[in-house]
C-alpha cells in the first residue's frame, strides 16, 4: 500500500518561510578554507529550511543523520561549489540557496562572470596584483580538487554497502528504505554540484583573464594562463578522480532524475530523526 502525500503547506507560509530563508541566506557568515562558518544559522536553521523546500519539490530528502565523511565531504565541497570572490555577495548569495537546497538548484545558479566583475572593481595599487590573485584563488581551488575527491570516494564505496544491505534486511521499513534511496541520491547531487561549481570557476578565471589582458596587459598573465590550463587539465580529470572506485569500476555521480524517488514523508511522520 502505497504512502499517503503529506499535507502541502498554504501558499502564504510558503511564502514567508522563503522570504525568511532570503534573508538567512543573505547574512550566512563564511568561514576560512573555503568552508561555511560554524553557527546555527549554516549548521540548522537553513538546511532545516532547505530540506522542507526541497521536499516540497519533489526533490529526495532523506530523514538520516549524516556519517562523518558524508558531513566532511559536504564542507570540502563547500569552495568548489560557492563562487570564488569573496565580495561577489549577489552570486554568493544565489549560491547559498542552492547550497541549503532552499532554493531551485536549477533556477538559483550563480553567475560565473561575477567574479570577473568584481575582481575588475576591486582597487589595487599594482595591476599585477590582480593576476596574482586569479593565480591564487585558482590554486586553491587545484589543492581542493583531490582531497574532496577522496572523501567522495569513501562516500560512495559507504552507499555501495548501504545499497547492498537493503536487500538482505528484510525487517526494514519502507520509510528506512526510502531515506537511504534519498541519502544516495544526495550524495551523488554534492559531487555533481562540485563539478558545476569547478567549471564555473573555470569560467570565471577565464573571464578575468580575457578581461584583464586587454586592460591592464602583464607579464604575469602568462602565469595566469599556465595556472588556469592546469586548473581545466583537473577539472577534466575529477570524473576519473572521482568517480572510480578500485577494482569495482565507475560510480555514477549525477543527481537523481527529478521525481525517480517516491516523495518522502515529513518530519512529524518520520520514524527517523535527524
Not at 41 to 68: K, L, Q
Request: charged share 30%; net charge positive; hydrophobic share 40%.
Amino acid at each position: 500500500m502505497p504512502l499517503a502525500r503529506p499535507h502541502r503547506r498554504p501558499v502564504s507560509a510558503w511564502l514567508a518561510l522563503a522570504a525568511t530563508a532570503l534573508m538567512l541566506a543573505a547574512c550566512a557568515p563564511q568561514g576560512d578554507l573555503g568552508r561555511p562558518a560554524p553557527n546555527v544559522v549554516n549548521d540548522e536553521i537553513m538546511p532545516w529550511i532547505g530540506g522542507h523546500a526541497a521536499r516540497y519539490r519533489d526533490e529526495p530528502v532523506s530523514g538520516y543523520d549524516f556519517t562523518d565523511a558524508e558531513r566532511e565531504m559536504r564542507q570540502m565541497g563547500y569552495g568548489l561549489m560557492m563562487p570564488t570572490h569573496p565580495h561577489d555577495r549577489w552570486n554568493q548569495f544565489w549560491a547559498e540557496l542552492r547550497r541549503t537546497r532552499i532554493g531551485d538548484p536549477v533556477r538559483f545558479d550563480p553567475d560565473p562572470r561575477g567574479y570577473c566583475h568584481t575582481l575588475a572593481r576591486e582597487p589595487f595599487r599594482s595591476t599585477r596584483t590582480r593576476f596574482v590573485r586569479m593565480m591564487d584563488d585558482m590554486r586553491a581551488d587545484r589543492q581542493r580538487i583531490r582531497p574532496f575527491c577522496d572523501k567522495a570516494r569513501e562516500v560512495m564505496e559507504a552507499d555501495r554497502v548501504r545499497a547492498g544491505a537493503l536487500g538482505h534486511i528484510p525487517t526494514l521499513t519502507p520509510v528506512q528504505i526510502r531515506s537511504a534511496h534519498d541519502r544516495i541520491a544526495e550524495n551523488r547531487t554534492i559531487v555533481a554540484w562540485v563539478r558545476h561549481g569547478l567549471r564555473q570557476h573555470a569560467e570565471a578565471y577565464r573571464c578575468a583573464l580575457n578581461t584583464q589582458i586587454v586592460a591592464t596587459p602583464e607579464a604575469e598573465a602568462v602565469l595566469a594562463e599556465r595556472e588556469l590550463r592546469g586548473l581545466e587539465e583537473d577539472i577534466r580529470d575529477f570524473d576519473r578522480f572521482c568517480a572510480a572506485l578500485p577494482a569495482r569500476g565507475a560510480v555514477a555521480v549525477e543527481p537523481a532524475p527529478p521525481r525517480f524517488y517516491p516523495r518522502s514523508p515529513p518530519p512529524d511522520d518520520n520514524v527517523i530523526s535527524k
